[in-house]
């Protein structure tokens, strides 16, 4: 479209720029502060240019927190949540999709209801069941009697009694029992045509060889989409691994970045807490500019 | 080659009745087409054949095996679909082989089948290709390639031309008559285009609102349609449909009061009967002995060869084939007569076609010398 | 939505819901409940029984001047950061749509800040906005004791606001380019023709267009800033000075985690479950067309 709006140009590109800079200064500014001393970074004015420090703040940083097993933690956690809704979202879609067997409503609306609540609101309940996962099936089995009948028939009592605390699975589950990538998958499955299902039933395929032969493949795309942003989140996460990890073995590198805080009255070693915020930050920024278009298409897709 | 039989076989969604009682015998190697508007049933009703859709009543039998509950693999029927259903994610070798593979059939004789179907096919360059690069034309040979490769005792189409462009669409229809003729393996063919149907055919098999209206050959159906239905549906322009009322002496009156002769009948007097006459078999100018019989002219429509000239005639839709001359300096109205012999008679009430001693009357006999065909 | 197309196979379908089935149940389900029935009982930490008490709970958090303080708060905080988020976020987008050299650019930098972990960027904002060194802290030289988040509970408030609308500018800018890109250029094409300029087009076509999306991004923005603050109050203010930045999460994790009021926190949980869904059920009726689950 031919438009002549020089002074709207103008404004285009000035505005545009200014939010460029709104987005890129804190970045730069962590990078600058990381690289000086602890003078040099508690200077008023704050020092605008790099200064010669940055791999010595980024190895105290590194060492302070113990950020290697906590990065390599991290790396557990987010790529075990993104694996985890990845698979379980698509079988789960699958079913819904595919299948009528009763109840399967019932069930649609079940998982549906689980993307309201949000796991920070529910925060204490969870953190009750993660510290003894088996706490719902060994009440129902109390309450229901169950477990009476199977002590008097088998002479045993069960009790089973099972922490997820400290573990890496007490880490992932819960954050994997959400609806987000089922639904991401159900719109996608939805979207097959019915000619397709049938031509593989023609072709003399049954569910599980559709499954796999078929709908996999076509689905590489939302398993992109969705490992991406889900394996941003799971690192992003703090409150619950914050909460699940009380011994520093199984800490993530985002809960440890609170041990980098410079004490009120202490010494403030902004340059190290700088460096360690990077050193976090990196790796998710790494994955967002890489897979840009993946995480794009899974933000707009999940719709959280 | 398989005999197919349907047993009042009916399909019904909860109250819904889509398939009526449906009786119908396919023979061994026979080109069956199911003609019909769309939503009468026609596609549920190839649909049960094949196994995708479960039957609400009746039986279907394959070569004299009930197969009302066996799966689609277990029926031993391949079909094309309306829009291919291709695997977007596998080559065309891949789409062809998908059958084999999941029989389990080894590699190498996978790909001897598939180059064997290709050739045929005419599709041995785009082997390697996806879906996604290949034109309307291609996909549909695909689809049948898919279907051939199973070597199957039944062949089921549905509407698989309706995708493709009208020149195209031609030259697929013949493809797909040859094929037959080679395979003779039984094939169905759904379509609502009656062109279609009339060229591929053996029988027709006319569907309405979940009922057969007719089952005969093409030219059964051009002649002696069963019914107002097939002859409204079967022809191009469709059979002119005109009220009229039977009078004392047997003549028809029109709407408009105008009498016309009828063929030989057994109506009362007063019966309301519809009169149905093609558009190509009407002659224009008045009669020696008959009324003012004129076309109120509304529009011309110019094929070149011939014209068809639209218009009211006693207040109903008329259509009548004209010379192309008449084109030019088209008049208001048009004197016509309606050959007694020409005409179909059909209860106004039900529809169902009323025997007349013209039903007799079979296609004009035409005499056309036999020369022996050039060796090929 | 149903498709006509389904495999017989029932039992295979119920088998390959069940994982999920089971996660949701123990970690989603049972706790939620869970919460319900804490909430009417007073329960002692871990173990030791629970005496019912019905809406005690309630009456006392609703009698509770400290709740209504984070009630406040968290009020005040969705409302500044969802407006200062998507204000910007579709003043960018806008602008960013028109498609001008360099476009691409803005488009991929102005993402980023979403993908950073909000602990991260809130350490990364106290030091840019810390009193006595870092980026702001020019002003101060300027006018001493004017800016200090450490003391001053507005200037806390400030600091966790304009640090949790960094990130969102991105999340929100995504939606609104998308969203803008999805308008059929056409429409853009017809009513310039139709003699409206720039201005004229952005706020008789795109802007009515947008509606959906501008309901949809609120409600996600609001929840969000329930749940994803936690992280920023925690690193940059610990919900100081004075609980002058308390908000909802932050008080359900302080009284239930630290100081050991596993009911009040329940009952707290359950209230702000109720909003979250109150205000989902507003998206979905407002915003129909987005989402169609039969």
């Known amino acids: 479209m031919i438009e002549r709006t020089p002074i709207l140009n103008t404004i285009t590109h000035v505005v545009l720029f200014v939010g460029f800079l709104a987005s890129i200064t804190p970045f730069v500014v962590v990078a600058i502060a990381a690289s000086h001393d602890l003078v040099a970074v508690n200077l008023v004015p704050m020092p605008m240019l790099p200064g010669g420090h940055f791999w010595e703040n980024l190895h105290t940083a590194w060492t302070t927190a113990d950020l290697g097993p906590k990065l390599v933690n991290s790396f557990i956690f987010a790529g075990g949540v993104a694996a985890g809704k990845v698979l379980i979202s698509a079988i789960t879609a699958f079913a819904i999709v595919f299948f009528r067997f009763p109840g399967r409503q019932a069930i649609f609306w079940a998982i549906f209801i689980t993307l309201m609540l949000p796991l920070e609101v529910r925060i204490v309940p969870t953190y009750a069941v993660a510290a003894d996962v088996f706490e719902p099936y060994r009440t129902i089995l109390d309450v229901t009697g169950l477990n009476g009948l199977i002590e008097s028939i088998a002479g045993v009592r069960l009790d089973l009694k099972f922490g997820l605390l400290n573990s890496y699975a007490g880490l992932i589950l819960p954050l994997v029992a959400t609806a987000t990538g089922t639904f991401l998958y159900r719109q996608f499955f939805l979207t097959i045509p019915d000619e397709l299902v049938e031509a593989a039933k023609m072709d003399g395929a049954g569910p599980i060889r559709f499954f796999v032969d078929v709908l996999l493949p076509l689905s590489r795309n939302n398993v992109a989409a969705l490992a991406t942003i889900m394996f941003l989140w799971a690192w992003n996460q703090y409150l619950w691994p914050l909460l699940v990890t009380t011994e520093p073995s199984h800490a993530t590198a985002v809960t440890e970045l609170k041990q980098l805080i410079p004490n009120v009255g202490g010494i403030p070693e902004w340059n190290i807490a700088m460096a360690g915020t990077l050193i976090v930050m990196t790796p998710t920024l790494v994955v967002v500019v890489a897979m840009q278009r993946w995480f794009v298409r899974g933000l707009i897709s999940t719709e959280k | 080659m398989a005999d197919i039989s349907l047993r009042k076989v009916a399909k019904s969604y909860g109250k819904t009745s889509v398939v009526e009682a449906l009786d119908l015998d396919i023979h061994s190697g026979e080109f069956i087409v199911v003609l019909g508007p769309s939503g009468c049933g026609k596609s549920t009703l190839l649909r049960m054949i094949a196994g995708l859709e479960e039957i609400s009543g009746g039986e279907i039998a394959i070569e004299d095996r009930v197969v009302d509950r066996l799966e689609p693999r277990e029926r031993g029927c391949a079909m094309v679909f309306q829009n291919y259903a291709l695997y977007p994610h596998m080559t065309v070798a891949d789409n062809i082989g998908y059958s084999l593979k999941v029989a389990g059939v080894p590699k190498a004789e996978r790909r001897a089948r598939i180059e064997k179907v290709a050739a045929t096919l005419a599709l041995d360059t785009l082997l390697d290709r996806r879906p996604a690069q290949l034109s309307g034309g291609q996909r549909q040979r695909v689809a049948m390639g898919r279907a051939m490769i199973r070597e199957p005792k039944v062949f089921l ?201 013209a039903s007799s009357v079979e296609a004009l006999p035409i005499a056309f010398e036999t020369v022996a065909a050039p060796a090929l | ?122 350490l990364a904002f106290r030091f840019i906005m810390a009193p006595e060194a870092g980026f702001l802290s020019f002003v101060n030289r300027l006018w001493p004791g004017l800016w200090d988040p450490g003391l001053d509970g507005t200037d806390a408030m400030i600091s966790v606001i304009v640090a949790f609308s960094w990130k969102y500018v991105g999340y929100d800018f995504v939606f609104f380019l998308s969203a803008l890109q999805g308008i059929p250029k056409a429409l853009k094409e017809a009513a310039a023709l139709d003699g409206a300029g720039w201005l004229r087009r952005l706020w008789d076509v795109q802007l009515p267009l947008l509606t959906p999306t501008v309901f949809f991004l609120l409600v ?74 039969k």
């Open chain 3, 1 to 122: 939505m149903e498709r006509r197309a389904s495999f017989r196979h029932w039992w295979i379908g119920i088998a390959f819901a069940v994982p999920q089935i089971v996660l949701i149940f123990t970690f989603f389900y049972w706790p939620a409940g869970q919460a319900v029935y804490w909430s009417m009982t007073l329960q002692q930490p871990w173990g030791g029984g629970n005496i019912w008490v019905g809406f005690d709970n309630f009456r006392q958090i609703f009698a509770d001047a400290l709740y209504w303080n984070s009630v406040a708060l968290s009020t005040v905080f969705a409302l500044f950061s969802t407006v200062l988020s998507m204000g910007l976020a579709l003043m960018l987008a806008v602008f960013v749509d028109r498609e001008l050299t360099g476009s691409k650019i803005y488009r991929v930098v102005m993402i980023w800040p979403y993908g950073i972990a909000a602990p991260a960027l809130a």
């Open chain 3, 220 to 293: 996600i923005d609001i929840t969000e800033s329930f749940q994803d603050s936690f992280g920023i109050v925690d690193i940059m203010t610990s919900g100081g000075p004075a609980r002058a930045t308390e908000l909802m999460v932050y008080k359900i994790y302080f009284d239930g985690f630290k100081g050991l009021d596993y009911s009040g926190a329940a009952a707290q949980s359950i209230i702000l479950m109720g909003l979250i869904v109150a205000l989902t059920v507003l998206q979905f009726r407002f915003i129909e067309r987005r989402v169609h689950y």
């Open chain 2, 157 to 357: 189409f549905d509407e698989p031309l309706s995708n493709l462009d009208a020149k195209l669409r031609v030259q697929m229809r013949i493809e797909i008559r040859k094929l037959h003729n080679r395979l003779a393996a039984t094939s169905i063919f759904v379509t609502h285009d009656q062109v279609e149907a009339m060229t591929l055919a053996d029988r027709i098999v006319v569907m309405n609102a979940g009922k057969v209206e007719q089952v005969g050959t093409p030219l059964d159906l051009w002649n002696r349609p069963a019914s107002r239905f097939v002859a409204g549906f079967v022809g191009s322009p469709p059979m002119n449909l005109v009220e009229a009322t039977i009078a004392a002496d047997g003549a028809g009156v029109l709407a408009d009061g105008t009498r016309i002769d009828l063929p030989e009948h057994r109506l009362a007097r007063d019966a309301a009967v519809i009169v149905g006459v093609r558009a190509e078999d009407v002659r224009i100018g008045p009669a020696v002995n008959d009324p003012r019989l004129v076309l109120g002219v509304e529009f011309i429509e110019r094929l070149g060869s011939a014209s068809l000239v639209h218009g009211r005639l006693a207040g109903a839709d008329f259509v009548v084939t004209a010379p192309p001359a008449l084109a030019e300096g088209a008049p208001e109205g048009l004197a016509l007569t309606l050959p007694v012999d020409r005409l179909h008679l059909f209860d106004a009430v039900d529809g169902r076609r009323i025997e007349t001693d």
